[in-house]
């Protein structure tokens, strides 16, 4: 079993634990998103199924360190061979919840990170794997807090309110995740005419549509567990047809959304 973390948007975390009604496992509610644990199926399935998370991150390790060699020597010593090859690409990012003394920047914390895996790589392989910022094959967040630090694996790759059914925006888009969160909040029966006044392009009638005919908001799309060493392409074939034939054809439509400014449109 992993440890798994749930990130959403901040106040949705009630929200985004009754959304995940079909998931078994024990859930419980942290600020900025939800903690459980769960199999690989699990993985799939919450990245497929979530409309108000964010990122699934998968718990690797965590460690307390006391210098900056501390530090860099916990990275190190964790098995990066096991999830990714020379030839794979990574990225790392880092968040510092409480200020720590050794770390007031970010990107320093990252790059020490970089450092370490690829120096324990290189060592065992005697190659290294290349770091990309887009698409990367394998992607690494850091949580640190004072002297402590988490270890995660981000599961999504890109948010999970990127649903691919979006082609342009207007300026000020709204998160779609945050529209189906303000969609369950209003307690909407499916039944009763929804209606946008100022819908921009559209985002709260998409998430609506897709709420009443139960299409999954990953359906579209690709996850960063695709490009695992431990990816089971059959199950998430099934978990992704199982989720296509879950759909529910209705002709008649209930929902519509008008705003004055028609790019938007």
């Known amino acids: 079993m992993y440890e798994l973390f749930l990130t959403c948007p901040k106040g949705l975390e009630e929200v985004c634990k009754k959304d995940l009604k079909d998931f078994s496992g024990k859930i419980n509610i942290l600020n900025g998103g939800l903690s459980t644990q ?6 799939y399935r919450i990245n497929l199924h979530s409309r108000i998370g964010m990122n699934l991150l998968v718990k690797l390790d965590s460690f307390a360190f006391k210098n900056i060699s501390d530090f860099y020597k916990n990275i190190y010593q964790y098995k990066w061979e096991n999830l990714m090859t020379p030839k794979m690409t990574f990225f790392i990012s880092t968040s510092i919840i409480n200020q720590s003394k050794l770390f007031n920047n970010s990107q320093f914390a990252s790059l020490k990170a970089k450092d370490a895996i690829v120096d324990r790589i290189r060592k065992l392989r005697n190659a290294r794997p ?10 690494i967040r850091l949580i640190i807090d004072q002297n402590n630090c988490i270890l995660y694996l981000n599961s999504s790759g890109a948010p999970l309110y990127r649903r691919g059914y979006k082609q342009s925006t207007h300026k000020a888009p709204l998160n779609e995740s945050l529209a189906s969160g303000l969609v369950y909040l209003s ?10 006044p100022m819908c921009g392009s559209g985002t709260i009638c998409f998430e609506a549509a897709m709420i009443r005919q139960n299409i999954a908001p990953g ?12 990816y089971d392409k059959d199950l998430f074939a099934q978990l992704h047809k199982n989720s296509i034939s879950s759909i529910k054809k209705i002709s008649k439509n209930n929902i519509s959304g008008y705003d004055k400014d028609s790019k938007s449109i």
């Open 38 to 43: 769960g199999s690989l199926e699990d993985i």
């Open 130 to 139: 290349s770091v990309s910022k887009e698409g990367a094959d394998v992607e």
């Open 187 to 196: 307690k909407w029966d499916k039944k009763t005419d929804l209606i946008d």
């Open 219 to 230: 359906i579209n799309r690709d996850f960063s567990f695709q490009r695992w060493m431990n």
